[in-house]
């Protein structure tokens, strides 16, 4: 909210002059077309379950690393990309 208020009290515009994004892909996010990071839980979460069952089945748990990569959503906020795109 900060960086948004600053770019328009300086009388620019967000998107167009500026570039203004959050973290957590949340649906308030999505309604005012703010550009976000997403860390992508639900991954995350069935990565876990999946790992949980695997250590269960094998009676261990294993030691794989994995990465599970953000992802930017952008929207109207960040300018070059369009409703929707990701990048």
Do not use: W
């Amino acid at each position: 909210a900060g960086a948004a208020r600053a770019l328009g009290e300086a009388g620019r515009a967000i998107g167009r002059d500026g570039s203004v994004s959050g973290y957590g892909n949340t649906p308030l996010a999505e309604a005012l077309g703010l550009g976000s990071i997403d860390p992508r839980l639900d991954d995350l979460g069935d990565l876990i379950m999946s790992t949980i069952v695997e250590g269960m089945r094998r009676g261990k748990m294993p030691m794989d690393s994995h990465v599970i990569k953000p992802q930017l959503v952008g929207r109207a906020s960040c300018g070059r990309f369009r409703k929707g795109q990701t990048g």
